[in-house]
């Protein structure tokens, strides 16, 4: 199979390839495709498990031993983060974040008929972490580790609207513009992370990723404004790729490229 061939499979297109064994047309889109797809949702599920074995377990252990403290807790994030970036970035694109995988979605960075699996994978790898850390540390329920909102809902929904959007922009600049210096993305995104949680650490957790909320909720049974942390991160990441394409460079109008842009994204969808 040529590098074009797995180029293809890679961004979800199908096409045909003559097998020079035995002679047959098969289709990028049987077992070639599933076995990437796999390799991409497992790669998924173990980033996010270590991502919320590390962030989630930062946040325990201090809760429980005192002993890392809250800039600790904020190196530990956005450490995870970039060592996961460097990691598997190259298998999977290192989402491991629904509402980053949503976000590239429509944007036309990601494959649609993937989001599903990705997302499954995620939720799956969060709900793991936190059952291990849950099960090791032996956790009582004042040491939940998982995100509530210390003010009132609306606080932190704005809030993690606001982290959210601006990591999205963060990640469209380095991983999907090509004159970025892609060696450096992890650096970026992991300080990125970084930054959030310092400021909005206290207020709102800094979730900035539903599954990171929803695993460890669903392992201490604790729900407590559980919405706050789907709603903001999504909507937040969306408009932070937004964002980021209306000011990508381009030699057309504004007008014109807003215009191509809404049409070819109502075509696509009415095609579905």
């Not at 982290?163 to 090509?178: E, K, P």
Request: net charge positive; hydrophobic share 45%.
């Amino acid at each position: 199979m040529s590098t074009k061939d797995i180029r293809e499979i890679e961004e979800g297109n199908c096409s045909n390839y003559t097998n020079n064994a035995s002679g047959e047309d098969s289709s990028l889109c049987t077992s070639p495709e599933v076995v990437i797809v796999i390799q991409k949702v497992i790669a998924e599920a173990i980033g996010t498990y270590f991502l919320i074995f590390v962030g989630c377990g930062a946040v325990a252990v201090d809760k429980t031993y005192g002993s890392v403290t809250f800039p600790g807790i904020c190196v530990a994030w956005g450490l995870i983060v970039m060592v996961m970036v460097y990691s598997v970035g190259h298998i999977s694109g290192a989402h491991f974040n629904p509402a980053v995988t949503i976000a590239f979605a429509i944007f036309r960075h990601f494959p649609f008929k993937q989001v599903p699996l990705y997302i499954m994978a995620q939720l799956v790898g969060a709900i793991l972490g936190s059952g291990t850390l849950y099960l090791l540390l032996d956790l009582k329920t004042q040491a939940f580790f998982g995100t509530t909102p210390v003010g009132s809902n609306v606080q932190s929904l704005i809030l993690e609207f606001i982290i959210s959007y601006l990591l999205m922009f963060v990640i469209s600049g380095v991983a999907t513009d090509n004159r970025s210096i892609g060696e450096l993305a992890g650096i970026a995104i992991g300080m990125t992370i970084l930054l959030n949680v310092l400021i909005a650490g206290p207020v709102s957790g800094a979730s900035m990723n539903p599954a990171r909320s929803i695993g460890p909720a669903i392992v201490m049974h604790h729900y407590k404004g559980l919405w706050v942390y789907i709603i903001g991160p999504i909507l937040g990441t969306i408009c932070g790729a937004f964002t980021y394409n209306l000011i990508r460079f381009t030699q057309k109008p504004l007008k014109e490229l807003t215009l191509t842009k809404t049409t070819t994204f109502l075509k696509s969808m009415s095609r579905k």
